[in-house]
């Protein structure tokens, strides 16, 4: 064969390889491509979950720390002038004796807690500030701390004629005003702090009786109107635990019921299919149908209570319970078929084949899905708007049947609360709860479900 034949024969072979080369850098090219799109999607949705996250954790941490005043307070009998508490006597009438009990107690809620705190901020105040106002002094204390104070004597009435260390919160709008939340080159009418309480506030923070302390009463207190700084998530956090424990106690086993019976032992027919149809349409309902739906029949049909935690709960259980569904389905129809052909191989019936073969292997998937449905149901606000859990509760509910409000719907009252400089970092510090409880919840379900996989 001449060079002239193999040049010619060779030269096919080289074109295929080289096309075949070619297509191959382009695969590889678009694989590469496409990693990299990839990777950037990953870290656009990581990136936008961390700026979420931080400004979450930036605006919300500071209200962790609130100024407080650490005041010393003389309880001095001259001002509380309301005798010992009286004492049940041998032969005394329960009613008598709890007659004069409240008597006494209706004397030690006139007493002027207010001139004692008065004089106990006059007495920390530098000499140039000798003269402020009564009116000013008190501002800087914030209103629901007088309370404290009589709390505190009417539940150790020793303490009176004494002296004793108090930390008490400093008003909000004290508080707006050390942590720069208030521009204070503004002009003084639109300032929410006198001129006299801008003096008294900066004064005592210099001289440390006003500090940045640990605010715990975020965590146990109720929500207040009339004195903001003491304003707190408890009565929120027990209803949405109690709502969660009524949505896993109901959504949960009936769900988990409903997609098993779908999935393993209902006939196929246009009943079926039209049940499977509705699900999956009632799983893209707008929340707040739900709300409607429950403020027809649980309050005005059922005459259940007003904002409480079990009609909540109920509302939310209804709109969950697709979703449980629809992921459970999903679960059982993952498990592979060999399983089932086995277990009724060997002579279980359908039901020993679902309950004792099936059943295990789908818990984790199962727990996935109850993740999944509670996370939902913890953080929705609309439907619980319209059975009127967005009333001010001032009370930490006892039992799912009283008044009570939510986390989202306390996050909704606080944004739009015209305090904003002071309820905004309030606002984010709920919000930073609220994760906090549904982390604690999904870790739970996690755990259960790593555990239930090392036994299988």
């Known amino acids: 064969m001449s060079a002239t034949d193999t040049m010619s024969a060779s030269t096919p072979i080289d074109s295929q390889l080289n096309a075949v080369r070619a297509g191959l850098k382009r695969r590889h090219a678009q694989e590469r491509r496409f990693q990299v799109l990839g ?75 207010n001139k004692i705190l008065e004089k106990a901020v006059r007495g920390v105040l530098p000499a140039d500030l000798a003269d402020a106002k009564a009116r000013d002094i008190i501002g800087i204390v914030a209103s629901g701390e007088r309370y404290t104070l009589r709390d505190m004597v009417l539940e150790d009435p020793s303490l009176i004629g004494q002296k004793i260390d108090v930390d008490l919160l400093a008003d909000a709008n004290v508080d707006n005003w050390l942590k720069g939340n208030i521009d204070r080159s503004l002009g003084q009418s639109r300032q929410q702090l006198s001129a006299g309480e801008q003096e008294i506030a900066d004064a005592l923070a210099e001289k440390g009786v006003i500090t940045q302390s640990f605010n715990s009463g975020i965590f146990f207190n109720v929500d207040s109107r009339s004195s903001p700084a003491s304003a707190g998530l408890a009565g929120a956090f027990m209803g949405s635990l109690y709502m969660m424990l009524v949505v896993i106690m109901l959504a949960v086993p009936i769900g988990v019921a409903s997609a098993i019976y779908l999935e393993e032992f209902a006939p196929t027919n246009r009943f079926t299919d039209f049940i499977e149809v509705n699900i999956n349409n009632l799983a893209a309902v707008p929340s707040i149908v739900f709300g409607l739906l429950g403020a027809s029949i649980f309050i005005n049909w059922m005459h259940l209570p007003l904002s409480a935690p079990l009609v909540g709960g109920l509302v939310l259980t209804l709109m969950t319970l697709p979703t449980i569904i629809i992921a459970t389905r999903g679960t059982l129809r993952a498990i592979p078929p060999s399983i089932r052909e086995a277990a009724l191989g060997l002579g279980a019936s359908r039901t020993q084949m679902v309950f004792h073969h099936v059943l295990p292997l789908a818990i984790p998937g199962i727990l996935t899905a109850t993740i999944i449905g509670v996370a939902q149901a913890l953080g929705e606000t609309a439907p619980l708007l319209l059975i009127g859990m967005n009333a001010f509760v001032a009370s930490v509910p006892s039992s799912p049947m009283d008044q009570a409000t939510a986390l989202p719907v306390q996050i909704y009252l606080w944004q739009g609360n015209e305090n904003f400089n002071f309820f905004e970092a309030r606002t984010n510090a709920a919000i930073i709860v609220l994760l906090g409880l549904m982390i604690s919840l999904n870790a739970i379900a996690i755990l259960l479900r790593q555990r239930i996989e090392r036994r299988w």
Do not use: C, Y
């Not at 979420?52 to 001259?78: M, Y």
């Not at 002038?81 to 008598?96: F, L, Y």
């Open 39 to 113: 990777l950037a999607a990953i870290f656009a949705a990581l990136t936008m979950v961390a700026v979420l996250f931080g400004s979450v954790l930036f605006k919300g941490l500071p209200a962790f720390w609130q100024s407080t005043l650490h005041l010393e307070i003389s309880l001095t009998a001259d001002v509380i002038d309301v005798g010992p508490p009286p004492v049940q006597k041998a032969d005394q009438n329960p009613a008598e004796f709890e007659a004069e009990l409240t008597d006494w107690r209706r004397a030690l809620a006139r007493v002027s807690w």
